[in-house]
């Protein structure tokens, strides 16, 4: 009754928990559906919104502008550029990006939107006398490509995310779909509208949270369900529905991105991800933590009959299946790694820090939630089999079974799936072992050794998968590198290509033989190679023209020489005519050939050697982000008749190919110079080496610590310790609180002292690389003082000084007038291109020029290349001031590094110290609950007239003065023991012969007055009457003799310890007996007996004790009520309880507490002694009786110790 009352409390739980999670789940479906109805106008409200606030704010400032302005009164914002003319001047700016030549007349054609170099900007204009103010509010960057460094941006008050930024196209006039955006005075501005690779990243927290309350609440459900169910099977039909409905619904959510709001999150994205098992990280995570609740859920809520016949005879299958079923787990879960790094470019190695960001992480979260569940499998297999099996069978089947798996594996040159057979193999015995033999502080060893194999198996197998993955797409890298094929630039040349074939002018040119002029209009109309690192040459030909080639100017035929190029090594690009150069050289080469009459034009274009440092040419470089996702910084050189020929990356190559080995046509790797080096032999004497440094994948070995830290994270709930205890996470254990006190205050303090110092060494870092930058400007300025001009107006070699001094010091150099205009630069490309303004900072100007400081440094940034700026006065000999700047490009790269190791150093060293704190603190916690837990363990071993022990303890602290304590308290309690055993045995004796009297006065009374009615009966004269009469009283008399003997009896049986004498038995078939003798004595039986359950016990006592009980049941039933009686067994653990519930009156509360005391009863007839004497008899035995009272009637239950029949007893 008690089960069934639990089962249906369960299930109105689970339904009510259904129906919140489902009423949730409609709730978010339906405010998700009215937000993306209206999406599209919501989110050009909220960008006109952003827009027009912005716009008051200029306009605010604007008005605070008057004769002059500071450029130190106010915080200016990046996206908001205020620019002042005097008399059609520029006398103030707040940002140098707006610097370009004509900029007042483009501020003043009436124009609210133009564009200024390479970005969108809204113009509102202030007039205060002779001074015009602009506010320029940047919308939209419109660079002419993108690379690395260079990427389209909105203002960062219009709140649109960098991945849209190029899917948002913005119009200044309409064609058609578009949504037009309107001043805050209701005037039309400009247009925008979504192209089709729009992804929408608008997320509501709150719907996800909702969505994430319903993914929950299943799991909630799903294990009320399996905890309420009255079978086995009835729990496979849950676990079969539960497992079906969680598939539909993945199936559903992935293949409809469904919900919006979470696939629209970037851990979501399916381009993340280009495997076909698992559509982005997001869903990986997702499916590995519905795996290991299925499986956690599942195993730790079975409930199986182990001594049901159908399961004793089909447990070997269910052996071999749980192995099987383990086996089968780890394969999928290794192809899922698998699937995951090959198809990913997640980086695994968390301990190295570089290149690892959310995706990483989570991934990494859910490759170790997919050996959790591993675990889960093999430890709920170890622990059913247990209930069926010896551990011999089930070690010897593990090892035949895992064996023959991995036997398999080494033939099918499985190599991982063969170490996970070992790993799978490994486990079992480790678990099996936990489960058969050892205890329980064992089995926590234990645990944390198989953690700890699963830590180095997750590290092992991912760097495997990993170290393939970067051989597999240097092999790619390689192959496009032989090729020797730029696929951007073939772009640009299908450009050329059209124009030329378009242009009459360039064909009247050719056929007119007029070089010079052909010259000048390809060159300033057609070739535009900015951000194009190539060379490009014009030549003309006629059918008798010769070229000289070469540095011996050898004499070749014109025709004759490009069409030998052509046909032995060119390629043709498509319809073009343009065809590329495949010779190995070392160089990208192209060669265009147009023919316009007797007359052909050829045009070559050839890679230039890369730009040496880094800064303005990585912002002028156009190349292509697309391609190959090169994710690790490779190194590579050329070899051409064994003589290096060209070179690229960190790694100093050596000058002969032969110095990586001889090779012929086989690819090798080669580990030299701590680097990883591919040797790709691409002809008889020449080749390609690929090298990658050892560092990539070094500190990959500590990710172990890592991956153990997740895993005790992940099962410190209680994960397999809490399948038969309930854990009280409010009520820790001593040992427990000492250890997490430990392990949190070394975190708390590692955690700031590794912030602090990161944030000093940080500090440090860009504190000496000011200093480096300044000694470096100072440098520069030394060199360029002795100079008599450095305006490029006035005398244009400045140009080359300075592209001279900038390749020698591989920096690039600015010089800015008095005024802030630029005069001269190393690299006038990036200001021509639009990527930096004319002007110097403003900041700069009024620290040099007004404040008269001797250097001024300011972070900048052009694009995503972030730089440090650095200015200094530069005075030349006839006294002309000037501004001095070196962007400082090298600190980026630099400071980074530094950054990022000493950021690495100090991760590492703080995940090491974790978990040495975690195991550390299980010792000093050990150590320190040790003398309690030996008081606490005398405590319990602590019994009143027993022996109770002393404890020896030396130590003068205070435990010791506990353990003091504790001896005296041993030495009172043996006196008091002495003294309650005189008093309880003389109290004994007064109550047994109080109960004697009283059970013997009883039938001397009826006795005494037969014999009185017999004397008076003497004086009858009738014999027949007198001998009548004498029959009758000696009737009486006999009836009441016989009662005092019964009682003698009676006392005599209490009196006596019972002997139990123990043997195996089947404790069903005796229950199903005693139940039939009580059949007819009710109106309804109900028996739910468990069969060939067997105890160790006495089974004549038994016996007894269960017929005591069923009559007592019987005798409870009023007269005038239908008898009910319900009788169960039930497996708990190692024991078997039997429950016995009658429907009578029930035992009233006030009286249970002396319901086992002899003598008290609450029938009319008996003298109380039955359950008394029960409850002695299940003592001996080591058994219990208990019994619970509820509304109607009473159930009691007797406990015996189970046993497999393999017991034996001495």
Not at 638 to 655: A, C, P, V
Not at 834 to 863: C, P, Q, R, T, W
Request: glycine content about 6%; overall charge negative.
């Amino acid at each position: 009754m008690v089960f069934r009352i639990s089962k249906e409390k369960h299930m109105k739980k689970a339904l009510v928990v259904f129906i919140a999670g489902l009423t949730i789940l409609l709730g978010a479906l339906c405010w998700e559906y009215i937000l993306d109805r209206h999406a599209g106008e919501d989110w050009v409200r909220d960008f006109e919104k952003r827009l027009h606030d912005k716009e008051a704010e200029a306009e605010s400032l604007l008005k605070q502008f008057r004769d002059s302005v500071n450029i130190d009164e106010y915080v200016w914002e990046e996206d908001i550029v205020f620019v002042g003319f005097r008399n059609k001047k520029v006398f103030f700016w707040t940002n140098e990006i707006i610097g370009m030549d004509g900029l007042y007349d483009g501020l003043n054609t009436g124009d609210n939107f133009i564009k200024i170099n390479n970005a969108f900007y809204e113009v509102r204009k202030k007039v205060y006398g002779d001074n015009e103010y602009f506010a320029l509010l940047h919308i939209k960057d419109n660079y002419p490509y993108d690379n690395e460094y260079v990427k389209n941006r909105f203002g960062k008050f219009l709140g649109v995310d960098i991945e849209n930024a190029d899917n948002i196209i913005v119009r200044r006039f309409a064609q058609g779909g578009e949504w037009e955006i309107k001043t805050k005075e209701g005037k039309p501005l400009f247009y925008v509208q979504h192209s089709e690779n729009f992804k929408d990243r608008s997320v509501n927290y709150l719907i996800i949270t909702f969505y994430l309350l319903f993914f929950i609440s299943l799991f909630y459900v799903y294990n009320l369900l399996l905890t309420s169910a009255s079978s086995f099977r009835m729990q496979l039909l849950y676990i079969t529905g539960f497992i079906l409905f969680l598939l539909l619904l993945r199936y559903t959510m992935i293949e409809n991105q469904f919900p919006g709001s979470v696939y629209r999150l970037p851990l979501f994205d399916g381009t993340l991800m280009a495997g076909r098992t698992v559509t982005s990280i997001g869903d990986l995570m997702l499916s590995a933590f519905s795996i290991v609740q299925v499986l956690y859920i599942s195993f730790s809520a079975l409930k199986v009959n182990y001594q049901s016949p159908k399961v004793r005879r089909i447990r070997y299958v269910i052996m071999v299946g749980l192995i099987v079923l383990a086996a089968v787990y780890m394969f999928t879960w290794t192809y899922a790694i698998s699937s995951l790094i090959g198809h990913t470019d997640v980086h695994l190695n968390i301990a190295r820090v570089v290149n690892v960001g959310l995706p990483s992480i989570v991934a990494f979260v859910a490759i170790i939630m997919g050996g959790v569940g591993l675990i889960i499998i093999i430890d709920g297999a170890v622990y059913i089999l247990k209930n069926l099996l010896p551990l011999k069978i089930v070690l010897e089947t593990v090892v035949v079974v895992m064996g023959f798996l991995a036997f398999l594996c080494v033939l099918w040159d499985m190599d991982s799936f063969f170490w996970g057979s070992l790993f799978v193999l490994v486990n079992f015995i480790l678990f099996a072992v936990n489960r058969y033999a050892v205890n329980r502080d064992m089995q926590r060893s234990i645990f944390i050794l198989t953690m700890s194999l699963l830590s180095v198996y997750i590290v092992l197998t991912a760097k495997k998968y990993e170290q393939y993955r970067e051989l597999t797409q240097r092999a790619a890298y390689a192959t496009e590198l032989i090729e020797e094929r730029d696929r951007n630039f073939e772009k640009k040349l299908v450009e050329i290509d059209e124009q030329i074939n378009d242009s009459e002018v360039i064909a009247d040119l050719v056929a007119n033989y007029n070089e010079e002029f052909l010259r000048l209009c390809l060159t300033n109309d057609l070739l535009d190679l900015n951000g194009y690192n190539y060379i490009s040459d014009i030549t003309l030909c006629r059918q008798d023209d010769s070229l000289r080639v070469g540095v011996a100017a050898q004499l070749h035929c014109c025709n004759d020489y490009f069409g030998d190029i052509i046909n032995w090594h060119g390629e043709r690009l498509g319809k073009t005519n343009f065809y590329f150069i495949n010779d190995f050289d070392g160089y990208v080469s192209y060669i265009g050939r147009f023919e316009f009459g007797e007359v052909i034009l050829y045009l070559s274009f050839d890679s230039a050697k890369d730009s040496e440092g880094s800064g303005y040419p990585q912002i002028l470089s156009r190349e292509s982000i697309e391609g190959i996702d090169i994710i690790y910084p490779y190194s590579y050189a050329k070899y051409r008749d064994g003589q290096l020929i060209f070179s690229s990356g960190e790694f100093n190559y050596y000058r002969s190919f032969n110095s990586f080995g001889e090779y012929h046509g086989n690819i090798a790797i080669v580990e030299k110079d701590h680097y990883s080096h591919m040797v790709i032999p691409v002809n008889e004497s020449g080749g390609l080496v690929m090298s990658l440094s050892d560092s990539i994948f070094s500190l990959y070995y500590v990710n172990i610590l890592y991956v153990f830290f997740v895993c005790i994270l992940l099962s410190s709930y209680g994960l397999f310790f809490s399948r038969d205890h309930k854990i009280n996470y409010r009520r820790g254990t001593l040992k427990s609180r000492i250890k997490n006190s430990i392990v949190s205050l070394i975190f708390v303090l590692f955690f700031i002292l590794t912030a602090l110092s990161i944030y000093l060494n940080t500090k440090s870092f860009e504190d000496r690389h000011r200093s480096k930058a300044t000694e470096l400007l100072k440098y520069v300025n030394k060199e360029l003082e002795a100079l008599e001009c450095v305006e490029y107006t006035e005398c244009q070699d400045i140009l080359n000084v300075l592209t001279n001094m900038s390749e020698i010091l591989m920096i690039d150099i600015n010089i800015y007038s008095q005024k802030g205009m630029l005069v001269a630069t190393s690299r006038p490309e990036i200001f021509t291109a639009g990527f930096a303004g004319y002007l110097v900072d403003a900041e700069a100007l009024k620290s040099i020029v007004d404040d008269g400081s001797m250097s001024f440094v300011k972070e900048k940034h052009i694009g995503e290349l972030n730089y440090m700026s650095v200015y200094m006065p530069l005075v030349l000999e006839n006294n002309k001031s000037y501004i001095l700047n070196v962007p400082y490009f090298t600190q980026n790269d630099e400071l980074n590094l530094d950054i990022v190791i000493m950021v690495i150093i100090a991760v590492n060293i703080a995940i090491v110290v974790m978990v040495l704190a975690f195991i550390l603190s299980g010792v000093v916690a050990e150590r320190v609950t040790k003398p309690l837990q030996l008081v606490n363990d005398k405590l319990k071993q602590m019994r009143i007239g027993g022996k109770n022990e002393k404890i020896v303890y030396n130590r003068r602290d205070e435990v010791g003065s506990l353990v003091k304590e504790y001896n005296n308290m041993v030495e009172k309690l043996e006196e008091s023991v002495s003294q309650l055993a005189k008093s309880e045995r003389e109290s004994a004796w007064r109550e047994m012969a109080r109960q004697i009297a009283h059970e013997i006065k009883n039938p001397l009374t009826p006795m005494k007055l037969n014999i009185q009615f017999m004397l008076r009966s003497l004086q009858i004269e009738d014999p027949d009457e007198f001998k009548k009469r004498f029959k009758d009283v000696s009737t009486v008399l006999i009836e009441q003799i016989d009662n005092m003997a019964s009682i003698a009896s009676a006392f005599s049986d209490f009196a006596k310890i019972p002997v139990s004498q123990k043997e195996v038995f089947d404790i069903s078939e005796m229950v199903q007996n005693c139940a039939t003798l009580f059949e007819m004595n009710v109106d309804y039986l109900e028996c739910n007996i468990i069969p060939g359950v067997r105890v160790l016990a006495d089974k004549e006592q038994v016996h007894r004790v269960i017929v005591n009980v069923l009559q007592n049941a019987v005798q409870s039933i009023p007269e005038d009520r239908k008898g009910e009686l319900r009788i169960r067994t039930d497996k708990v653990g190692q024991n078997v309880v039997i429950r016995i519930r009658d429907n009578g009156v029930g035992i009233p509360a006030e009286i249970r507490e002396k319901i086992f005391e002899p003598n008290f009863t609450t029938k009319t007839s008996g003298m109380g002694l039955g359950l008394a004497i029960s409850r002695r008899i299940m003592e001996s035995m080591g058994g219990i009786i208990d019994f619970m009272s509820l509304d109607v009637g009473t159930e009691f239950f007797i406990v015996l110790r189970y046993t497999d029949g393999i017991e034996r007893v001495e």
